[in-house]
Structure formats: structure tokens, C-alpha cells
């Protein structure tokens, strides 16, 4: 994008999405798709915040309720649920949000460190806070949600199952 003065501002496109009362967002690059909630099957041995697998047009899919892999409580899933479709480390992995809500473009320069914690979720899963004109955005750093050890068992999960 250029502004009337000539100067070039780098932007990043993001998925915007609700976790209580807490606005997020995930670049648009590592979003495969947003998906309604559909019956989940539950894998023994697992993680509690890992809910199951879903097979998503012929892939089996791990899913993680992101509410409580950042300790948020229990979710109650409505309407609006969604299920976002994410790749993290070349694993395809569906997170369970309150709501999508929109895809906005956030200028790079409004993207701040995160704090040490933000709306309860630790800054080790943050890639920044985005501060837009009247609120703040929680950007996530999806490469943190899932550390080596919970990645190599979706990894197994996906292989087992599917």
C-alpha cells in the first residue's frame, strides 16, 4: 500500500477471531480454510486440549480447542463456533474459536511486542499486540501453540487414524 506521501507501509492480512472476550488474529498465509463445527471423534491418550480428529474432505484433521490449551476455560460451543484450519510446521491442525469475525489488513508499524500476558494467554503463544484504531488485536504466533513434542503426537494421531 502507498500513502499520499510516496512512503511505502508494509501490511499483513489477518483472520480475526473471538476467544471469550478477546479479539485474535492469525495471518491470512497460514489459514487454509474456516470450517462450521462438525462432529468431532474423539482419539483416546491424548492432550485435553486436543478434542479429536475430524476428516475434512478426505484428510484427517487433529483438532485443538485453543480456549483451553491457553488455560480459558471450558468453551460452550454455539452457532458461531468455528473451526480454523491452520498449517503449523507442514501439520494441518483445526483450532476451535468462538466466532470468525473478519479479514482486515494491519499495518506492520501498528504491531507492538506482547506483553507478558494478554487477555490471560501467556506471551510465549503471542506474536504481538496490533493496536487499530479503537481496539487491540492478539496476534498469535502459531509456530508456539503446539510445542515439538505435541506436534510429533498429532503427527502420529493424523498417521494412526487416517
Known sequence: MQSSLGEVAEE???????????????????????????????????PSFVKGVINLRGVVTPIIDLR????????????????IIVT???????????????????AIDAVEPPPCIVGGV????????????????????????LDASEMQQLERIEGTVG
Request: hydrophobic letters at 40%; proline letters at 1%.
Open 88 to 106: 503449523i510446521g507442514g501439520l494441518e491442525v483445526g483450532l476451535i474459536v468462538d466466532s470468525a469475525t473478519d479479514v482486515i489488513d494491519v
Open 12 to 46: 499483513m492480512k489477518v483472520i480475526v477471531f473471538r476467544l471469550q472476550d478477546e479479539e485474535y488474529g492469525v495471518e491470512v498465509e497460514q489459514v487454509k480454510s474456516i470450517e462450521r463445527l462438525e462432529k468431532i471423534t474423539r482419539v483416546p491418550r491424548t
Open 122 to 145: 501467556e506471551a510465549v503463544y503471542l506474536k504481538g499486540v496490533a493496536k487499530l484504531e479503537k481496539r487491540l488485536l492478539i496476534l498469535l504466533n502459531l509456530n508456539k501453540v
Open 68 to 83: 483451553e490449551r491457553f488455560g480459558l476455560g471450558d468453551s460452550q460451543h454455539t452457532d458461531s463456533t468455528r473451526i
